[in-house]
Nanobody
Framework: QVQLVESGGGSVQAGGSLRLSCAVSGDTPRSRYMAWFRQPPGRDPGGVATIYSPSGGTYAPGSVKGRFIISQNNAKNTVYLQMNSLKPEDSAMYYC??????????????????WGQGTQVTVSS
């Protein structure tokens, strides 16, 4: 089993920054993909960014590329999401997720086996 605990959410004004953290524990495989998803109220979760461990390769879609940066500290077993130039439309519950694989990047929620409880991000205009 893999446990994921997110932290770092909160309320911020548009243009501000937040850094989310995801602490990974349990029986974590060395080769895995970690990802951040977000879910606005009443909508399905959407992929934000993903990172491969241990190499650190990343993928993020165009909507957040250049504003959001995913990274990891393997020694601390922690994944981060640095969010800059936040906009009101970035407001959502943000989830950390893990996928046991070593083959390809994916931001399809159904491909992720483990999920955290989420941390709320609210951006005001």
């Amino acid at each position: 089993q893999v446990q994921l605990v997110e932290s770092g959410g909160g309320s911020v004004q548009a243009g501000g920054s937040l850094r989310l953290s995801c602490a990974v524990s349990g029986d974590t495989p060395r080769s895995r993909y970690m990802a951040w998803f977000r879910q606005p109220p009443g909508r399905d979760p959407g992929g934000v960014a993903t990172i491969y461990s241990p190499s650190g390769g990343t993928y993020a879609p165009g909507s957040v590329k250049g504003r959001f940066i995913i990274s990891q500290n393997n020694a601390k077993n922690t994944v981060y999401l640095q969010m800059n130039s936040l906009k009101p439309e970035d407001s959502a519950m943000y989830y950390c997720a893990a996928r046991v694989s070593n083959s390809y990047f994916s931001l399809q929620p159904k491909e992720y086996q483990y999920w955290g409880q989420g941390t709320q991000v609210t951006v005001s205009s």
